[in-house]
């Protein structure tokens, strides 16, 4: 998978993450505080937003007076997140080839943060390098990451059953290839940021529960609209494959499962992600 069929699977899934705002910005919500708590951002900072989505962060830097830029590769998540923030600047582009201070003109930025949108890059020590070299130096970058598939059942539950009624296989991608898993390996990812000049690295593990309910629901419908929107086109090839009769039978065996994962009354979904730190010290990325 390279960055044009990436960019071509955001152009088409964006509308369901721009749907699914809320649900999302709740699931991810304690990743959302951590980033924004380690970021330690100021008022009057310049920050970069590498895959921006519908503008969450953008948002909270805003609340606090700070300076947001946010990039992303999906036009209907920019869109969203122009709505929901007019006060920021949202680019719709690839963080990891643009030139990001022609297209979004000012001082180098003070940080880059990162909710989930950096694992996508064809290239990604050249594409890091392209984002050091739009902040200034002792500029800091945090980001959240997924780890592995077989540590995140939040990618599975539910989605597996809706797998196994497919006449094939549904493909993932290779270890260390561009998807949600491209930085599980953390020596990896080390490797990439220390290749692509950013220096005092820290990977650290973050594991939490991504909890489904909005509004009093306990979430299962709230998870089962992200799996038939986000589930990497699964609902749709089913769709494809099986009447609505076989259909209704499989939601309600998804509910059933969901059901089962309930914590306190809600959908409670472990995640496993990385919380990473760097810094710019300035000089130039290795060969």
């Known amino acids: 998978m390279g960055t044009d069929d990436v960019q071509q699977g955001w152009k088409q899934g964006g509308q369901g993450w721009v749907a699914n705002e809320r649900i999302l910005d709740a699931a991810f919500a304690p990743l959302t505080q951590a980033l924004v708590e380690r970021v330690a951002w100021a008022r009057g900072d310049r920050v970069l937003d590498v895959g921006c989505g519908t503008g969450t962060l953008l948002e909270l830097g805003v609340r606090d007076g700070v300076e947001m830029v946010g990039v992303d590769v999906s036009a209907a998540m ?88 497919l006449p094939e296989p549904v493909p993932h991608p290779a270890p260390g290839a561009p998807g949600p898993t491209a930085f599980a390996d953390a020596e990896r990812l080390r490797g990439v940021l220390n290749a692509a000049g950013w220096a005092e690295i820290v990977i650290e593990p973050f594991d939490y529960a991504c909890r489904y309910g909005l509004d009093g629901s306990d979430g299962v419908e709230e998870r089962l609209a992200i799996l038939a929107s986000n589930g990497r086109g699964v609902w749709g090839r089913l769709q494809d494959h099986v009447g609505p009769e076989r259909q209704a039978e499989l939601l309600d065996k998804v509910r059933a499962d ?30």
């Open 78 to 165: 920019v869109e969203a997140a122009r709505r929901r923030v007019p006060e920021a600047t949202v680019l719709e582009a690839d963080a990891g080839t643009a030139d990001l201070l022609e297209a979004a003109p000012g001082l180098p930025f003070d940080h880059v943060v990162s909710r989930y949108g950096v694992m996508f890059f064809s290239d990604p020590t050249t594409a890091f390098d392209t984002i050091r070299r739009a902040t200034r130096p002792g500029a800091t970058m945090t980001f959240g990451c997924w780890r592995s598939r077989e540590e995140n059942p939040v990618f599975t539950q539910g989605l597996d059953l809706l797998e196994a009624a």
């Open 258 to 287: 969901l059901r089962s994962r309930r914590v306190d009354g809600v959908v409670s979904l472990p995640a496993a992600a990385w919380l990473v730190t760097a810094r710019n010290l300035g000089v130039e990325a290795s060969d």
